[in-house]
């Protein structure tokens, strides 16, 4: 373990805002895939630093990077065998600090991805733990004996089979929530707790602005290791997991989502308030209890300031209903939360092919997605347009995807490498073979083409969230006055004493819609058309419309 490198959590830099996160756009960087600065054919460190002047002409306030943590990638760096030291795969803690200095010279704020809940069974902590029953990290994972011959319990894991596996050496059950190879840790071991959070400053002290937590939900077990029960068929979704896995096929209740997380979190919380201006945000991984459990952990002052549930990444057709239901259930469950809203990460198909979305109606839910209260994510290609790319299964890298072939494909088809020069080898991404293939559809939509053109999908992402840093009331205002029918919804978005009406029509037919109350005037920046009459409103298919309002 390399050595903490101290700064002084009293630096003048806490001048800066402690609520930068609220309202913040934050781009997700996979970085196996963003860009390769060596030319082994995988993105590194040094080619997240080289690209982050195109980050920062996105306007986003922040990045989020995915895993770079030591890991014998079965999990592509969600099975960390290191915690406090990069991959040699992504560089070196040197690349690392070079990327700090270029993000924050930018004025972009990095948060790091951090897994909490497992580790990779190649952790040091593991092997020790496996050794024996008796040994000073005995009780660091989760570990049972067999019952009546079998498995503990009938917990399952998300990547398929039973979340137990059989170890012959101490002659017990391990718990994994995933891979046989990502042992889950034993949260509720007040050392294992105090490990974590010494991870946790490791990084702070590195100069990180915040955390990504991982799983944030799975952090702790039912210490007496009950059953789940079984959730009946119309009550099952493939939110969290594909509709061909029997996870969907519980109700889990023990396994995860348990009470003692809120202490852990609180502690968490504690040692980010030790340092300026940091911020998390929580994966919520839950198909009937994510919008509670978001309201649970950023409830009050002391826990996390925002997470993010599967809502609007799931399957389901994003229809005005839909965005109406999440938006008044986490109006109604979580009043005191701050959410943070993404349509496409690295876990799920990417919302351009989900929802089956054309140029219009991709340019729509992105003004939509922007106009929501809360914060926002967006994934890297997102902003191209990049829908999931094809990935034959001899080049199939996901082990999840192998697993459940071919009714489920896996996570590869959104991980491919970016597109950045149409006309260069690999896009421009590496010279090797990249890890994954890139699609030639992908290539058709590079940077370099689409910096070209003014009404591309990339300036439209670039000119909407100019208009939302232009309009504060869209990034931290609060959301009044919903309004959904059939094919539009619409709602006031209210700031110190400032009030902006919105309207999405989210059909491929012209809307009419009646304002109740008087506007002041249009808001200018964006391209969208519509006509207005007195309070009648008509906009024409994947249309938007906002306005400052007077009640």
Same mark, same amino acid.
């Given at each position: 373990?390399?050595?903490?490198?101290?700064?002084?959590?009293?630096?003048?830099?806490?001048?800066?805002?402690?609520?930068?996160? $609220?309202?913040?756009?934050?781009?997700?960087?996979? %970085?196996?895939?963003?860009?390769?600065?060596?030319?082994?054919? *995988?993105?590194?460190?040094?080619?997240?630093?080289?690209?982050?002047?195109?980050?920062?002409?996105?306007?986003?306030?922040?990045?989020w990077i995915s895993p770079f943590f030591t890991s014998?990638?079965?999990?592509?760096?969600?099975?960390?065998?290191?915690?406090?030291?990069?991959?040699?795969?992504?560089?070196?803690?040197?690349?690392? @600090?070079?990327?700090?200095?270029?993000?924050?010279?930018? /004025?972009?704020?990095?948060? *790091?991805?951090?897994?909490?809940?497992?580790?990779?069974?190649?952790?040091?902590?593991?092997?020790?733990?496996?050794?024996?029953?008796?040994?000073?990290?005995?009780?660091?994972?989760?570990?049972?004996?067999a019952k009546d011959g079998d498995v503990p319990n009938?917990?399952?894991?998300?990547?398929?089979?039973?979340?137990?596996?059989?170890?012959?050496?101490?002659?017990?059950?391990?718990?994994?929530?995933?891979?046989?190879?990502?042992?889950?840790?034993?949260?509720?071991?007040?050392?294992?707790?105090?490990?974590?959070? @010494?991870?946790?400053?490791?990084?702070?002290?590195?100069?990180?602005?915040?955390?990504?937590? =991982?799983?944030?939900?799975?952090?702790?077990? @039912? %210490?007496?290791?009950?059953?789940?029960?079984?959730?009946? !068929?119309?009550?099952?979704?493939?939110?969290?997991?594909?509709?061909?896995?029997?996870?969907?096929?519980?109700?889990?209740?023990?396994?995860?989502?348990?009470?003692?997380?809120?202490?852990?979190?609180?502690?968490?919380?504690?040692?980010?308030?030790?340092?300026?201006?940091?911020?998390?945000?929580?994966?919520?991984? =839950?198909?009937?209890?994510?919008?509670?459990?978001?309201?649970?952990?950023?409830?009050?002052?002391?826990?996390?300031?925002?997470?993010?549930?599967? @809502?609007?990444?799931?399957?389901?057709?994003?229809?005005?209903?839909?965005?109406?239901?999440?938006?008044?259930?986490?109006?109604?469950?979580?009043?005191?939360?701050?959410?943070?809203?993404?349509?496409?990460?690295?876990?799920?198909?990417?919302?351009?092919?989900?929802?089956?979305?054309?140029?219009?109606?991709?340019?729509?839910?992105?003004?939509?997605?922007?106009?929501?209260?809360?914060?926002?994510?967006?994934?890297?290609?997102?902003?191209?347009?990049?829908?999931?790319?094809?990935?034959?299964?001899?080049?199939?890298?996901?082990?999840?995807?192998? &697993?459940?072939?071919?009714?489920?494909?896996?996570?590869?088809?959104? $991980?491919?490498?970016?597109?950045?020069?149409? =006309?260069?080898?690999?896009?421009?991404?590496s010279e090797a073979k990249p890890w994954l293939p890139?699609?030639?559809?992908?290539? &058709?939509?590079?940077?370099?083409?689409?910096?070209?053109?003014?009404?591309?999908?990339?300036?439209?992402?670039?000119?909407?969230?100019?208009? $939302?840093?232009?309009? !504060?009331?869209?990034?931290?205002?609060?959301?009044?006055?919903?309004?959904?029918?059939?094919?539009?919804?619409?709602?006031?978005?209210?700031?110190? /004493?400032?009030?902006?009406?919105?309207?999405?029509?989210?059909?491929?037919?012209?809307?009419?819609?009646?304002?109740? /109350?008087?506007?002041?005037?249009?808001?200018?920046?964006?391209?969208?058309?519509?006509?207005?009459?007195?309070?009648?409103?008509?906009?024409?298919?994947?249309?938007?419309?906002?306005?400052?309002?007077?009640?």
């Amino acid at each position: 373990m390399t050595m903490i490198q101290q700064i002084d959590p009293h630096d003048p830099v806490s001048t800066i805002d402690k609520d930068w996160w $609220r309202g913040a756009v934050i781009y997700q960087i996979y %970085p196996r895939s963003f860009q390769d600065s060596n030319g082994d054919g *995988i993105g590194d460190l040094k080619g997240i630093t080289q690209r982050l002047a195109y980050v920062a002409s996105l306007g986003v306030d922040a990045v989020w990077i995915s895993p770079f943590f030591t890991s014998p990638m079965d999990d592509f760096g969600y099975d960390v065998s290191d915690y406090c030291d990069i991959d040699p795969m992504f560089g070196n803690l040197a690349d690392f @600090d070079g990327m700090m200095a270029e993000a924050h010279r930018l /004025g972009l704020k990095v948060m *790091i991805d951090l897994v909490l809940s497992h580790s990779s069974d190649q952790h040091e902590w593991f092997e020790q733990s496996r050794q024996d029953k008796t040994n000073d990290k005995a009780d660091w994972y989760v570990w049972a004996d067999a019952k009546d011959g079998d498995v503990p319990n009938n917990w399952l894991s998300i990547f398929g089979g039973s979340a137990w596996q059989w170890d012959e050496t101490r002659e017990q059950y391990y718990l994994h929530n995933f891979l046989s190879s990502q042992p889950d840790l034993n949260l509720h071991n007040m050392d294992v707790q105090n490990a974590l959070l @010494d991870v946790e400053r490791f990084w702070l002290n590195k100069g990180v602005d915040g955390f990504r937590l =991982d799983t944030i939900n799975f952090y702790f077990h @039912d %210490p007496q290791l009950r059953d789940n029960p079984i959730l009946p !068929p119309e009550a099952r979704n493939d939110t969290i997991a594909p509709s061909v896995n029997p996870y969907n096929h519980q109700d889990h209740l023990y396994d995860k989502n348990q009470p003692e997380n809120i202490a852990f979190l609180k502690r968490f919380r504690a040692v980010m308030e030790e340092y300026p201006a940091i911020a998390a945000v929580g994966e919520v991984g =839950d198909a009937q209890y994510g919008m509670k459990i978001m309201s649970d952990y950023t409830a009050g002052d002391d826990l996390m300031q925002m997470c993010y549930s599967f @809502d609007f990444l799931s399957g389901e057709n994003l229809q005005a209903a839909r965005v109406g239901d999440v938006l008044q259930q986490f109006s109604t469950m979580s009043s005191d939360s701050w959410s943070c809203w993404a349509f496409s990460n690295h876990d799920v198909e990417r919302h351009v092919s989900r929802w089956q979305l054309d140029t219009d109606s991709q340019k729509l839910l992105n003004s939509l997605l922007l106009s929501l209260q809360g914060s926002v994510c967006i994934y890297q290609g997102e902003e191209l347009g990049l829908a999931e790319a094809e990935i034959k299964f001899e080049d199939l890298q996901d082990p999840y995807g192998k &697993e459940f072939w071919p009714k489920f494909k896996g996570r590869d088809g959104c $991980r491919t490498p970016m597109v950045w020069v149409d =006309d260069e080898v690999n896009a421009g991404f590496s010279e090797a073979k990249p890890w994954l293939p890139i699609s030639a559809s992908h290539v &058709e939509k590079a940077v370099s083409t689409q910096e070209m053109h003014k009404g591309s999908m990339l300036n439209s992402y670039r000119q909407m969230i100019e208009f $939302r840093k232009n309009n !504060p009331a869209l990034a931290k205002g609060s959301l009044n006055n919903l309004q959904v029918s059939e094919h539009v919804v619409s709602f006031d978005r209210d700031w110190q /004493g400032k009030r902006i009406f919105c309207a999405f029509n989210m059909s491929d037919d012209e809307q009419i819609i009646a304002i109740d /109350g008087s506007l002041l005037q249009t808001l200018d920046g964006l391209d969208y058309q519509y006509e207005l009459s007195g309070n009648q409103l008509t906009l024409p298919a994947w249309q938007a419309f906002y306005a400052d309002r007077n009640e």
